[in-house]
T-cell receptor
Framework: AQSVTQLDSQVPVFEEAPVELRCNYS??????LFWYVQYPNQGLQLLLK??????LVESINGFEAEFNKSQTSFHLRKPSVHISDTAEYFC?????????????FGKGTKLSVKP | GAVVSQHPSRVICKSGTSVKIECRSL??????MFWYRQFPKQSLMLMAT?????????EQGVEKDKFLINHASLTLSTLTVTSAHPEDSSFYIC???????????FGPGTRLLVL
């Protein structure tokens, strides 16, 4: 069975500081990995995903995540955060893509960016 | 990005009553709909998967007679919590899949409180 562990429930950081949100997964088959972001009073939005190919994936707003198979991790990083990055971030894994594969989510990490 | 609406956003009801939650994909067609439930400080848990025009497939431990799912059209799905009890209080999130883009979107969620 697949599972996702997000080690930190809350991460407070100051504006312009770097941040890393940790995600570890367990799976016995091929994995597809995702990071979703949820802003207050909004639905989850896909931030970035790893399906295949390069293990480093990037989003349009400066986040990046690296798939590390040996460490079964998919940590999310940003070198310099903004106030607007304050949100809850969910890591998710699926064993299928493009069909009926469903997402297994972590418990989420609340990122609070302070001025 | 795609727009997904859920109605109501928040509902309080008495124990024993039924509550219907609507989920609409406003600018794409969803052949597949996922319904999730999220308890406080827990991850999103998949409840059921439905394909338009077909009966929903429920995850283990989810009572199909209690959580009625209707996916009669490509833009509308409903979840009805029948004879709700306080333990059904949770955050319910719909997630339609845009089959043309193989992308899964999320509604903003409905917070249900059963007194």
């Amino acid at each position: 069975a697949q599972s996702v562990t997000q080690l930190d429930s809350q991460v407070p950081v100051f504006e312009e500081a770097p941040v890393e949100l940790r995600c570890n997964y367990s799976s016995s088959v091929s994995v597809y990995l995702f990071w979703y972001v949820q802003y207050p009073n909004q639905g989850l939005q896909l931030l970035l995903k790893y399906l295949s190919g390069s293990t480093l994936v990037e989003s349009i707003n400066g986040f990046e995540a690296e798939f590390n198979k040996s460490q079964t991790s998919f940590h999310l990083r940003k070198p310099s955060v903004h106030i607007s990055d304050t949100a809850e971030y969910f890591c998710a894994v699926s064993d299928r893509w493009g069909s009926q594969g469903n997402l297994i989510f972590g418990k989420g990490t609340k990122l609070s960016v302070k001025p | 990005g795609a727009v997904v609406s859920q109605h109501p956003s928040r509902v309080i009801c008495k124990s024993g009553t039924s509550v219907k939650i609507e989920c609409r994909s406003l600018d794409f067609q969803a052949t597949t709909m996922f319904w999730y439930r999220q308890f406080p400080k827990q991850s999103l848990m998949l409840m059921a998967t439905s394909n338009e025009g077909s009966k929903a497939t429920y995850e283990q431990g989810v009572e199909k007679d209690k959580f009625l799912i209707n996916h009669a059209s490509l833009t509308l799905s409903t979840l009805t919590v029948t004879s709700a009890h306080p333990e059904d209080s949770s955050f319910y999130i719909c997630s339609p899949r845009d089959s043309t883009q193989e992308t899964q979107y999320f509604g903003p969620g409905t917070r249900l409180l059963v007194l």
